[in-house]
């Protein structure tokens, strides 16, 4: 039996569809100034990548394992994190993510957690790399 494409648009928001369906920040990077990765009790994975300037996000790009609902709450994220500073993007929340994309299905709220999650992972990497200030 096919799926019901048509079913699949009437039942998401705009924002769920581009985020679920957008490749364009899908990348890993070598040598990123921050990166996180988790594993969701679903089995999803999600890695971020970031490359910052100044304490500001120039880049935010990732690699998903796993479902569609991940991609969105992992698209929503980098969308979200992009040009904010280091301290901004902490203020990133699973809430936030879910209430962008209007349509994720309850029983995949976990997808915005794990998304979160790895960005949060990503952060405190920045700041475990950030050189230290020399002491007086």
Known sequence: ?????????????????????STDRIERITRPDGYGKRTGEC????????????????????????????TACCNTVAKQAMGKTIEAAWEITPEEVIRFLGTLPEDHFHCAELAVGAFYLALTDINCNKP????D
Do not use: R, W
């Open 1 to 21: 039996m096919q799926p019901d494409h048509h079913d699949f648009l009437n039942s998401h928001s705009l924002q769920y569809i581009e985020m679920a369906l």
């Open 132 to 135: 230290e200030t020399p002491k």
């Open 43 to 70: 089995g999803d994975t999600a890695e971020f990548f970031l490359i910052c300037k100044d304490n500001i996000i120039q880049s935010v790009s990732f690699y998903v394992h796993g479902c569609m609902n991940t």
